[in-house]
């Protein structure tokens, strides 16, 4: 037999053998298309090997994505180089899996560029213990009633920006990004921002852009490709080892160096009291602590602390950028706002977070913008722990699990008419279900953005503060086109710049602001 088998063997050519080989990989696929009987969720064909990588669409992918949820179902599976990437596509199976089961559905995916980085201390890429531990520490600061203490800075900051905004009208990117990062820096290490020049927001944004690189083509072929993160070689032939050194040394130096300055500060008598602060205050508290244990808690509040600029700035820079693009090509909701506001403070002063309850039109068009323009259409992908068996269908352990926010947040049978702009449709009792439904927009079971009670506390003071000073219109094209408001690719939607007139409303409130 043994001869047999070498003999036809060594009859083949290269050819041949190569789509021998390939046929082999076919039929392990589609063997693997089900476990013990249970089969997978449809999806499109994929190819021998690299699954369902060219058909993964890179730009544009909206439209590929609802065909593809209108051809299989509310779940669409995908591979690819073997590992399963799965889009829950309805409401009803993002809930069930993703809250629902939230216990085995909250892993994070990528875990290879973690390890190749020695990135187990980052609270958005770890799974499992560690990352429960370091949500606790987080949310006791950022979540609930805690989040309260924040509403002074983020006030004081919401004054900044339309001080600026009435000096410097047109540089309105600058500001809302001295805007987002002086309120995180100043909830979490009591640092206020000086301009968009500032040298630590300079630091930080440079380890933003550097954790990008773990998102991208590269990192994802390390992730999913068979064995390559073993393959030292490759990844020096690559170039990969010096990006990968760089974006070491960046983020340990956004995690460190901050964190020492607030230390600096409480020990000169200087801090504004801060997440750090807080956080240190309670370890001394706890008394009679060996020193590891002291530099144990410290190094956990050191690393949740870092994560916190990240994961606020861009979110809520995307959220406000759109919102005042919106603005400027709705003037009709504009107009209804600033009545709104006009009616509370009477006119003769900026809004407080006293307001807010009477406001409530300034809360749905916060979620419009959100619905509207999902920050994150695709959500954050989850990972889940273990197979996992859903309708009679095999979820397999380690799919990437992505909720179609995007689809949900346009189906017409939630929200009528999905295209228009309309805030209208989160007012009153008829609301109530769209802001159900809205809540998704943050994330879903153990994963939910610890920082919502804080974005949503920024964004009611600054958008309520910038329409009750300013018109903003759109700055026509060249040819005398309104513009349009259109997005760079990937998974973050960040919107391209919108050429916006900003103008004070009256020159009564052009020296409210100036007070
Ligand atoms: C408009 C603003 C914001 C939006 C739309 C937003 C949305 C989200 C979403 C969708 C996730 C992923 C949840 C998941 O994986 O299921 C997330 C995670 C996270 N957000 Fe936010 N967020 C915003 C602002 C903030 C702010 C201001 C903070 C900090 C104060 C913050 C801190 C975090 C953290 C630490 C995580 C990681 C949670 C984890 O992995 O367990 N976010 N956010």
Redesign the pocket.
């Known amino acids: 037999m043994a001869t047999s088998i070498s003999t036809f063997s060594s009859s083949l050519t290269g050819m041949d053998k190569a789509v021998l080989a390939l046929g082999s990989a076919w039929i392990v696929y589609l063997l693997s298309r089900t476990k013990g009987g249970t089969p997978l969720p449809p999806g499109p064909r994929p190819l021998p090997l690299v699954g369902n990588m060219f058909q993964i669409p890179q730009k544009d992918e909206w439209p590929i994505y609802e065909a593809w949820a209108k051809k299989y179902g509310p779940i669409t599976y995908l591979t690819m180089l073997g590992t399963p990437m799965i889009v829950l596509n309805s409401l009803k199976v993002v809930r069930d899996l ?1 809250d629902e089961r939230s216990g085995i559905y ?1 892993n ?1 995916p990528l875990m290879a560029m973690k390890e190749l980085c020695d990135l187990d201390w980052v ?4 799974s499992g213990e560690a ?1 429960r531990i ?2 606790t520490v ?1 949310q006791r600061y ?1 979540s609930g009633p805690a989040s309260v203490k924040h509403r002074y800075h983020q006030q004081q900051e919401s004054r900044v920006l339309v001080a600026n905004l009435l000096k410097r009208p047109d540089d309105l990117e600058d500001h809302i990004k001295q805007h ?1 990062s002086s ?2 820096l100043l ?2 290490y009591g640092y206020r921002v000086s301009g968009a020049d500032d040298p630590i927001v300079h630091e930080m944004e440079r380890s933003f852009k550097q954790a990008e690189q773990l998102n991208g083509p590269m990192a994802f072929l390390i992730e999913v490709g068979p064995n390559l993160k073993n393959w030292s070689t490759f990844l020096s032939l690559s170039g990969l080892d010096k990006s990968l050194y760089e974006i070491k040394k960046v983020f340990t130096a956004c995690r460190v160096d901050p964190f020492i300055r607030t230390k600096q500060k409480i020990e000169d008598g200087t801090a504004v009291p801060c997440f750090v602060s807080t956080s240190l205050d309670d370890i001394v508290s706890e008394g009679s602590l060996s020193p590891d244990k002291v530099q144990q808690k410290e190094e956990l509040i050191m690393d ?1 602390a870092s ?2 600029y990240g ?3 861009d ?2 820079s ?2 406000l950028r759109c919102f005042f693009a919106l603005m400027s090509l709705h003037p009709h909701v504009m107009q209804r706002a600033q009545e709104d506001i006009d009616r509370v403070t009477e006119g003769e002063r900026l809004p407080t977070f006293d307001d807010w309850e009477r406001l409530p039109y300034i809360n749905a068009i916060i979620s419009e913008v ?1 619905r509207y323009n ?3 259409p695709l ?4 990972s889940v722990a273990k197979d996992d068996i859903y309708n009679g269908m095999l979820i397999p352990e380690g799919s990437m699990i992505c ?1 179609n ?1 995007w689809l949900i947040f346009r189906d017409p049978e939630i929200f009528s008419d999905p295209d228009t702009f309309k805030p209208e449709r989160f007012l009153g009792d008829e609301g109530a279900r769209c802001r159900e439904v809205l809540n998704i ?12 009670q ?3 506390a ?2 009611f003071i600054t958008i309520s503060s910038v329409i009750a000073c300013f018109n903003m219109t759109p700055k026509l094209t060249p040819t005398g086109e309104v513009p349009k408001l259109t997005f760079h690719d990937g998974f973050i939607r960040r919107p391209k710049t919108f050429p916006i007139s900003i103008t004070p409303r009256s020159n009564k409130w052009a020296d409210l602001v100036d007070k």
């Open positions: 993703m909250s994070r609270l958005t890429y770890v990352h370091r949500r987080v950022f987002t309120s995180i909830g979490t949740c994560v916190m994961a606020a700035t979110s809520t995307c959220t959100m999902t920050v994150t959500g954050l992908p989850h909720a926010l927009a943050w994330g879903l079971g153990r994963r939910s953005c610890p920082g919502r804080f974005a949503e920024a964004l």
